[in-house]
């Protein structure tokens, strides 16, 4: 089946600084990726959704400056969260779609568990 | 706006026991509905999913069948394994032009003792 592969699986950094997540699709072109974000105990909330090549569609209430998102080719999404801040402490999960006849299908990263200090 | 509600967990089962995880949305117009199974240190997996009234998604000895008239979409197994266990998280995805995002429920952890 379709593979999804999320790097780093976890990271700790310090606030202030910057932190970038990788999204790969491993074994399929991804037309569409998108970003969640989990709390302990609660829903996958989505952040934004990218198409490849064009600006990432935010959801209500997530600053676009403070989490970049890129989706420079077809197997690659990046989320960079930018002066990280110990509330932007979190699981990121990510998701990617091939799109076409499969669009309502979502291929799930195995998240990143991100720490600030 | 769209919505998910599912039973609270943790659900812990003996195995070869029957399982009722129960989850009812709110969403206007037709959503088509979804099971995603979480297992340990992995990502997301789609379990099964119906599309429209009374469909019935199954996969693995999962059942779940698209109630409207009830707005729900309980998850069945008559007879659980040890493997079972994981995290099982419902969500919708509203129909419409170009919307494919999914809204989930909390998560529902089952743990399966042998």
């Known amino acids: 089946g379709a593979v999804v592969s999320q790097h780093p699986s976890r990271v700790i950094c310090k606030s202030g600084t910057s932190v970038k997540i990788e999204c790969r699709s491993l074994?399929?072109?991804?037309?569409?990726m998108f970003w969640y974000r989990q709390f302990p105990k609660q829903s996958l909330m989505l952040m934004a959704t990218?198409?490849?090549?064009?600006?990432?569609?935010?959801e209500q209430g997530v600053e676009k400056d403070k989490f970049l998102i890129n989706h420079a080719s077809l197997t690659l999404s990046t989320l960079t969260v930018t002066s990280a801040h110990p509330e932007d402490s979190s699981f990121y999960i990510c998701?990617?779609?091939?799109?076409?006849?499969?669009?309502?299908?979502?291929?799930f990263g195995p998240g990143t568990r991100l720490l600030v200090l | 706006g769209d919505s998910v509600t599912q039973m609270e967990g943790p659900v812990t089962l003996s195995e070869e026991a029957f399982l009722t995880i129960n989850c009812t949305y709110t969403?206007?117009?037709?959503?088509?509905l979804f099971w995603y199974v979480q297992y340990p240190g992995e990502g997301l997996q789609l379990l099964l999913k119906?599309?429209?009234?009374?469909d019935k998604g199954s996969n693995k000895g999962f059942e779940a069948t698209y109630r409207k008239e009830t707005t729900s979409f309980h998850l069945e197994k008559g007879s659980v394994q040890v493997s079972d266990s994981a995290v099982y998280f419902c969500?919708?995805?509203?129909?419409?032009?170009?919307?494919?995002?999914?809204?989930f429920g909390k998560g529902t952890k089952l743990s399966v003792i042998p």
């Open positions: 998701s990617a779609s091939s799109g076409g006849a499969n669009t309502e299908t979502q291929y």
């Open positions: 074994d399929f072109q991804a037309t569409t």
């Open positions: 990218s198409n490849e090549g064009s600006k990432a569609t935010y």
């Open positions: 969403a206007t117009g037709y959503p088509s």
């Open positions: 119906a599309t429209k009234a009374d």
């Open positions: 969500a919708l995805m509203r129909s419409g032009a170009g919307s494919y995002q999914l809204t």
